[in-house]
């Protein structure tokens, strides 16, 4: 990959993974336009797969997708740039939950098999394959969305090789440190768990008001069933469906409800005069 002064991104050599960012995934000779617009201020290169980072500080990611190398949720490869738009987090027992709020990115690397970013308050994100530990995320786990390293404080920079990951930070007292960062690590837990409870209320409240109305249409159908029925035996039995004025008030009314008088009146408004009814 090759950034130019504009911040456009060329790309050549070979292209089977759509490391390159070309539709046809051919293998190029000479540099190809990649992506121009909105320009960008970075570009990584990784085993089969390519990063970029635009003026606005959104990542782009293309090319193979093994375990989720690419950060976005899943492992189809993408033979275009795709703009990374979720990130993870892991709450107390261990599990992954997706979270919509992306920051904005200050550095990109792009490894062998896994993604580590840097964005501008100094947190480190990292996707990808989790062999030998080099996501540092304390586990086996993948991770197919961008998942931010507990264990770092304020980063300055990042780099990555073929199973390892380097954070370069500011001198530091390291006791300290630790407990400011496990202070933090609870209470970002916490708020995290907090917010996904709320959303398991919203959800739960969601799935209450479409079985009640679920409950309700079934209704509805089980009494226009009985009022079809009614009717069927109305006729069968030879009952008039238009009674006499010597039939008793409940002969009269039939099967089915007596109209509205306010429904007939403005029936009878409409077909006398329509325009007027209308306005």
């Known amino acids: 990959l090759v950034l130019s002064r504009k911040g456009a991104v060329f790309a050549f050599g070979k292209g089977s993974e759509g490391q390159l960012g070309v539709e046809d995934a051919e293998s190029y000779f000479l540099p190809v336009c990649v992506m121009e617009d909105p320009p960008c201020i970075a570009v990584s290169a990784g085993g089969s797969h390519s990063l970029c980072l635009d003026n606005t500080g959104s990542a782009y990611s293309f090319g193979d997708n093994g375990s989720g190398r690419l950060g976005l949720g899943d492992v189809r490869s993408r033979f275009s740039p795709m703009a990374i738009t979720s990130t993870c987090w892991t709450d107390s027992a261990g599990l992954i939950h997706e979270a919509r709020a992306v920051p904005r990115f200050a550095a990109i690397a792009a490894g062998w098999a896994h993604t580590a970013m840097l964005d501008a308050s100094g947190r480190v994100f ?23 390293v507990m264990g770092v404080p304020k980063a300055l920079a990042i780099s990555i090789g073929h199973h390892h990951t380097m954070v370069l930070v500011r001198g530091i007292d390291s006791e300290v440190y630790h407990r400011q960062f496990l202070d933090a690590t609870a209470r ?4 995290e768990e907090r917010r996904f409870h709320r959303w398991e209320d919203e959800a739960r409240r969601r799935q209450a008001y ?13 009494q226009l069933a009985a009022q079809r ?8 039995g030879g009952k008039p469906l238009f009674p006499t004025a010597q039939a008793s008030p409940a002969q009269r009314r039939g099967p089915y409800p007596p109209p509205q008088p306010a429904r007939l009146y403005g029936q009878v408004q409409a077909m006398q005069n329509p325009q007027v009814y209308q306005r």
């Not at 970002?188 to 708020?191: A, C």
Request: with cysteine.
């Open 126 to 148: 990292v996707c990808g394959g989790q062999e030998s530990g080099k996501l540092g995320m304390g586990d086996e786990a993948h991770r197919f969305l961008l998942a931010q």
């Open 188 to 191: 970002f837990r916490s708020e």
């Open 210 to 222: 479409a079985q009640q109305q679920a409950i309700a249409q079934q209704r509805y159908q089980q």
């Open 229 to 236: 029925q009614a009717y069927g035996q109305a006729i069968q």
